[in-house]
C-alpha cells in the first residue's frame, strides 16, 4: 500500500508521515504540485533520514540524490516530454520509474523502464470533486512487467472490491488526509488491505 502526501500542507505532516512509516507503511509518494523547492525540502528534511529510500519524488527530481531518495515519479504530461534515452539513462542509474495513467489503453503503450503506474480513479474521486471513475474497458494489460497501482476513492469501504484484484496494489491520498485522524485512518486501511492478501 502506498500513500501518496497531501498536495496542500496539512498540520503535523512530518510528524505524522514518521508515525505511518514506523507502523510499516511501505512507500511514500510525494506529490507537492504547488510547493516550492524549499517547502519540499523541508518536508523531506522533517522525515526521518531512515526512510529516505521508501521516498518518491513528484517534482524537483533534481534533489532525489541530495536524499538519497531514487524512486522518480512522472505525471503524464512530463512523461510525453520524456525521452526514452533519458529513461534508460535514469534506470541504468538505479532510479526506480513510476507513472500516472488514466485508461487501459495508455498503460498498455507505457515504456518498460517505468517499475509501476499508477492507473485512476478506479473509483470516485475523494480529493479531487467531481473527478469520477474511469471507464474499465479496453484491452486487456500487455504491459505485464509493470505493476499495476490502483488509484483513486479508495477506502476503507471497497477494499474488497473485485475492481482491485486486476491490480498489483493500491495508493491513497484522500481518504487518509481528509480525516480527522490521518494516522488512525492509515492503520485501518492497512489492517483491512493486509487481510485480503492483494498488498504489493
Known amino acids: 500500500m502506498i500513500v501518496v502526501t497531501s498536495p496542500i500542507p496539512v498540520n503535523n505532516e512530518a510528524a505524522i508521515i514518521n508515525q505511518m512509516f514506523y507502523a ?14 524549499l517547502e519540499v525540502r523541508m518536508l523531506i528534511e522533517s522525515i526521518d533520514s531512515r526512510y529516505h529510500e521508501r521516498l518518491a519524488l513528484h517534482q524537483y527530481h533534481e534533489m532525489a540524490s541530495d536524499y538519497g531518495i531514487n524512486r522518480l515519479h512522472y505525471t503524464e504530461a512530463v512523461r510525453r516530454k520524456q ?16 507513472t500516472s495513467v488514466h485508461s487501459r489503453q495508455c498503460y498498455n ?4 523502464r517505468f517499475n509501476y503506474a499508477f492507473i485512476g480513479p478506479v ?4 480529493s479531487k470533486e467531481g473527478y469520477g471513475a474511469m471507464e474499465y474497458t479496453g ?10 497501482i490502483a488509484i483513486g ?6 477494499l474488497d472490491s473485485k475492481i482491485l484484484d ?5 495508493a491513497i491520498l484522500g481518504t487518509i488526509w481528509l480525516s480527522e485522524k490521518p494516522l488512525q ?16
Open 153 to 158: 476513492g479508495i477506502s476503507k469501504d471497497n
Open 109 to 112: 503503450t507505457l515504456s518498460g
Open 123 to 126: 473509483f470516485n474521486s475523494i
Open 83 to 98: 525521452t526514452e534515452e533519458q529513461r534508460a539513462d535514469l534506470a541504468q542509474k538505479g532510479f526506480v520509474l513510476s
Open 185 to 200: 485512518e492509515f492503520k485501518l486501511l492497512q489492517q483491512t488491505w493486509n487481510t485480503t492478501g492483494r498488498h504489493y
Open 139 to 148: 484491452a486487456a494489460e500487455q504491459n505485464n512487467d509493470i505493476k499495476r
Open 24 to 37: 510499516g507503511l511501505e512507500l511514500l509518494h510525494i506529490r507537492k504540485p504547488d510547493a516550492t523547492a
Open 166 to 170: 486486476d491490480f498489483d496494489g493500491i
